[in-house]
């Protein structure tokens, strides 16, 4: 029995602490709270809210109205994580919503604004705000929002209550994470991290800088303030719910979910190198929110920082096994050591699970002043995996948020159909890549469904295999005219259209072929039938794609060959494991669950083979020459699936061609980032207008 099992069973008697517990102070000044629409700050607010006195929201949002809606939404999820409604009435008496944006000086906030924080007579700023992306390429966003939104929210907090006469001196009470320690290994106490160390991962040094920033900024103004540094927080311990939360041991568990069925084909179980004794330290959110109003409630005493954490971490060998039998996949295995050569898919795995794989070595023991939290135990880890997996399964059934309907196209194939947003607003039908699934069309739609009627579908072949294969018929202008069947069978008159990577090719040939059904395009990292040359260069991707996808169109028991080598029931052959590793590595690995159906089956690779042998094989100038509408052409110099030269040569050959060119942009930038909602929001704006 190690010592985390023995603790577990010598603490079960302890119930979980309920926040609303803890005496209510005989008088409670108005906070500043930001991150009410994030995990923890939304349970501290829906706790917070039952004291009286009045708390300040600092939300992002288009308007006041629109940002408490926001905020209410998000704030019902978390009450029902806990069975209970959403208290509008204390919310609607108690909550002041300020719309704003830490990443701006004094937070987006309006003089006005910033005076009437002046007035409130604030006891403290509570700053939950925070990026939880962690990866390089997200870097300038995530110090953006952690480092610099910190040194806002400083100068807000100097220019607003530091100066605070009645009562006791404002607080900067700023809500971290245990592991600003980066690689540090042992007992980590609660003392400053100094900035001069190894880290696992962006986040981890964004939130230490802005500790940093904290300390710093308060000491050389004589200001109070305080570090809360939570481990890895799960959801609400009274119901074992996730809470809202997809991070952390819930974020590897949705991967392990989502790539099952790529899993189960492996032959060899996927290797995850640790240390045997590497644990993570778990808490749950309603102990975190005791923890936070136990302090406001009786003070913090002379201390300034504090752990929020749970007594022993929980062994993560025990819990990547735990998280692999629930899944049902049973292809993970936690290993010591590991041999030099890697598969195809091994590569993929590592990279996409690159964050946790920062923890399969983590040695840590949080060291904790104050009184303990109730332990978790294996059973308690147990309950919030099972729970979670089931709201995982809900959520696959229900789909992504599309209305989802079933249409009969011209040759009495069954496409399925799906749309957001108001029917009475412009239409806008996205063109997908080739295969994908439609959910990797709905964070776009999401963030244009307030401005458009989105429209997309998933096409023929690929990704379901309902459909009868033709090699010999399976050119864009089937799907173009697809798209037009899609439009009359929703009554939709003349629409825009949007088209990503070889979807633009559909785009392009819908919009030369029914000028009359479409008024104008926007193409997001074409991938199309340019062919390389001197003064266009392909990507490595693009140029293995080409050369296996040659091989395998011509040749099913081919696409048998290449599904057996990534699931590994074939002999390694080295040049083509390299060919697949170089293409399955350039896609993005986060979207591995998506971009991996068309390797799935021999089927799918073979039919997605020839779809894309045949694009590749259409015309030279990708059908730009037939098209006069207007067309916005998007590329971003961090795509390695497709090259910009590519969408420039695009642009070039198109009569009213917009190239804009995004230096920090990647393939899959419309699926992360709003700023390619917004291009495109803009760009049609302008043609609609020219239209009427």
């Known amino acids: 029995m190690n010592r985390f099992e023995h603790r577990s069973l010598e603490t ?44 300040y929201a600092l939300v992002r949002g288009d308007s006041p109205q629109q940002a408490r809606a926001r905020l209410y939404a998000h704030l019902a999820e978390c009450a ?51 990026s939880l992306k962690f990866e390089d390429r997200h870097r300038r966003e995530i110090m953006e929002q952690n480092a610099d939104g910190t040194r806002h929210m400083l100068e807000l907090f100097r220019k607003t209550c530091a100066s605070r006469t009645a009562g006791a001196p404002a607080e900067f009470v700023h809500v971290s994470t245990a592991y600003t320690a980066g690689k540090t290994q042992g007992d980590i106490d609660e003392v400053r991290h100094s900035l001069d160390r190894e880290y696992n991962n962006v986040y981890e040094e964004s939130k230490n800088i802005a500790e ?26 009274a119901s074992h719910h996730s809470g809202t939360t997809r991070f952390g041991v819930y974020g590897f568990t949705k991967e392990v979910f989502r790539l099952r069925e790529t899993l189960v084909k492996l032959k060899h179980p996927l290797e995850l190198l640790g240390k045997p004794r590497a644990s993570m330290n778990l808490t749950p959110v309603d ?30 060998e025990k819990l990547i096994g735990m998280v692999d039998r629930k899944t049902g996949t049973e292809r993970l295995a936690f290993v010591y050591e590991r041999g030099p050569d890697s598969s195809p898919l091994q590569e993929l795995f ?69 749309s957001c947003g108001n029917p009475t607003l412009p239409p806008l039908v996205l063109a997908n890549a080739y295969g994908m699934p439609a959910e990797f069309m709905w964070p776009l739609a999401q963030r244009l469904q307030e401005h458009f009627h989105v429209l997309t579908w998933e096409c023929r072949w690929v990704p379901g295999l309902d459909h009868a294969f033709d090699p010999e018929a399976c050119g864009s202008i089937v799907h173009a005219q697809d798209m037009i069947d899609v439009l009359k069978a929703l009554g939709v008159g003349r629409a825009s259209v949007a088209g990503w990577s070889s979807g633009a090719q559909v785009a392009l040939r819908a919009l030369g072929t029914f000028p009359d059904r479409l008024q104008a395009g926007v193409l997001l990292n074409p991938g199309v039938s340019i062919s390389p040359s001197e003064t266009v260069r392909v990507t490595r991707f693009e140029s293995g794609i080409r050369s296996l996808f040659d091989k395998i169109a011509g040749n099913y028991r081919m696409a048998e060959k290449y599904c057996e080598l990534i699931y590994g029931a074939a002999s390694t052959d080295a040049g083509d494991t390299k060919m697949l590793s170089t293409i399955l590595t350039s896609t993005d690995p986060y979207l591995l669950y998506m971009t991996s159906m068309p390797f799935r089956t021999a089927e799918s690779l073979y039919r997605y083979a020839n779809m894309m042998r045949t694009l590749f094989a259409e015309r030279p100038d990708a059908w730009t020459q037939d ?66």
């Open 212 to 237: 940093n920033s904290v300390i710093d900024f308060c000491d050389a103004h004589a200001f109070s303030y305080r570090i809360l540094r939570p481990t890895a927080v799960m959801g609400p311990r």
């Open 627 to 692: 098209v006069t509408q207007p067309v916005l052409v998007y590329v971003g110099d961090e795509d390695v699936v497709t090259h910009p030269d590519i969408g420039k040569a695009l642009c070039a050959g198109l009569r009213q061609g917009e190239l804009h060119h995004d230096p920090e942009g990647d393939h899959f930038a419309h699926y992360y980032e709003q700023r390619i909602a917004d291009m495109i929001r803009g760009a049609l704006a302008v043609d609609q207008q020219n239209a009427a």
């Open 350 to 418: 590592d990279e996409r699970t690159k964050f946790y794989a920062g923890y399969y070595n983590a040695e840590k023991r949080f060291l904790r002043a104050a009184s303990p939290q109730p332990q978790l135990d294996w059973d308690d880890v147990d309950r919030y995996v099972a729970s979670f997996l089931t709201e995982l399964e809900q959520e696959e059934a229900g789909g992504v948020g599309f209305r989802p309907q079933t249409i009969s196209a011209r040759d009495g194939v069954s496409l399925r159909v799906f």
């Open 287 to 316: 102990e975190c929110v005791y923890d936070m109003m136990h302090m406001a409630a009786t003070g913090f005493g002379g201390r300034r920082f504090f752990h929020l954490c749970n007594p022993e971490g929980v062994n993560m």
């Open 80 to 130: 029902a994580s806990y069975q209970r409604a959403l208290p509008k009435a204390l919310l609607d008496a108690r909550l002041q919503v300020l719309v704003g944006d830490i990443t701006l000086p004094d937070c987006g906030l309006d003089p006005r604004a910033v005076q009437t924080l002046r007035d409130a007579d604030i006891s403290g700023f509570w700053h939950c705000a925070a």
């Open 12 to 55: 079960r008697h302890f119930e979980t602490r309920d926040p609303r517990s803890i005496a209510v102070p005989d008088a409670v000044a108005p906070i500043l709270l930001t991150g009410a629409t994030g995990f923890l700050g939304g349970h501290f607010l829906l706790h917070r809210i039952e004291w009286p006195g009045t708390v």
